[in-house]
């Protein structure tokens, strides 16, 4: 029986309470929303690949020494995060012209933009999540000069890294949404990566085909959905299937004779 507190429920996500103070267990879930869940659908099987993509990124970019709120995975479904206090920004980081800046400023879908363009939308789902401005958040004191500065050195950062990990794997990636928490480590207050990064946060094109590899293809009813999000897995090797086999690899186990059986220094 699953008596765990549920700390926060939201559309792709539930947050319970964790082992240890300071400490949230991140379940995934299968349903998939778009249009400020106006549309909604269960794809069976979701969850547990975006829990394996988003970890496999987190790590990574932990790897690189960006801080994040990743901890371990727990199971299928679920990771074990720090607690953090989220900034309501969804920071958005865009290489190519698609979807609302596509709409919004004319241009067309595919363009690469002149640069990598960062924006801040207000998390408020009474209000669909309005795009803001660096003025809107410090005049209302969802963050501060520093933290901005500080959030848009890591955005660029968690950038450059996806559009090289993703090109590895001729995948272009042509736009994502990230949040970040405030994490307090002694008397030091850090800004942290929360949240998740999966193809239901991120557009994710083909090198070749320009396939969408992503949530654009449940918005747009496309089909195929889970099929693009296991692909996404497959080719990053995060799919259990395409894990190389455990166990079954020669293993040097004989001993040196001449040295009593004790193997060699
Ligand atoms: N995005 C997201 N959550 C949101 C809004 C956007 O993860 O609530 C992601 C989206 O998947 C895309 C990027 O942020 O990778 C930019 O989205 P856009 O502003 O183009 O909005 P959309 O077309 O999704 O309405």
């Not at 794809?43 to 987190?58: L, M, P, Q, T, Y």
């Not at 371990?72 to 969804?90: G, K």
């Not at 050195?153 to 996806?162: E, I, K, P, Q």
């Not at 070749?208 to 496309?222: G, V």
Request: charged share 30%.
């Amino acid at each position: 029986m699953n008596r765990r507190r549920r700390i926060y429920e939201g559309k792709a996500k539930i947050l319970y309470e964790g082992p240890e103070p300071g400490t949230l267990i991140q379940h995934f879930k299968d349903d998939a929303t778009a249009f400020n869940a106006k549309k909604h659908a269960q794809i069976d099987g979701k969850g547990a690949i975006n829990n394996r993509i988003s970890e496999f990124v987190f790590e990574k970019l932990g790897e690189i020494g960006v801080p994040t709120h990743f901890i371990r995975r727990l199971n299928m479904r679920e990771q074990l995060i720090r607690e953090v206090e989220i900034i309501p920004l969804e920071v958005v980081v865009r290489n190519v012209a698609a979807g609302s800046i596509a709409e919004r400023l004319g241009l067309e879908e595919g363009t690469q933009l002149p640069r990598s363009i960062i924006e801040f939308y207000y998390k408020n789902d009474e209000l669909s999540d309005p795009m803001v401005s660096e003025e809107h958040i410090t005049a209302f004191g969802w963050s501060s000069p520093q933290e901005i500065d500080e959030i848009m050195s890591l955005a660029l950062r968690v950038n450059d890294f996806m559009v090289g990990l993703f090109l590895g794997v001729g995948i272009r990636l042509v736009d994502f949404k990230i949040e970040f928490g405030r994490l307090w480590e002694g008397d030091i207050l850090r800004i942290v990566l929360a949240d998740e990064i999966s193809p239901d946060s991120c557009r994710l094109w083909d090198v070749e085909t320009n396939d969408k590899l992503d949530k654009d293809r449940f918005r747009r009813d496309m089909g195929n959905v889970l099929e693009a999000y296991q692909e996404v897995a497959r080719r990053l090797g995060v799919l259990n299937e395409t894990r190389p086999p455990q166990g079954i690899v020669p293993v040097l186990v004989a001993s040196n004779p001449e040295k009593g059986g004790k193997s060699a220094p």
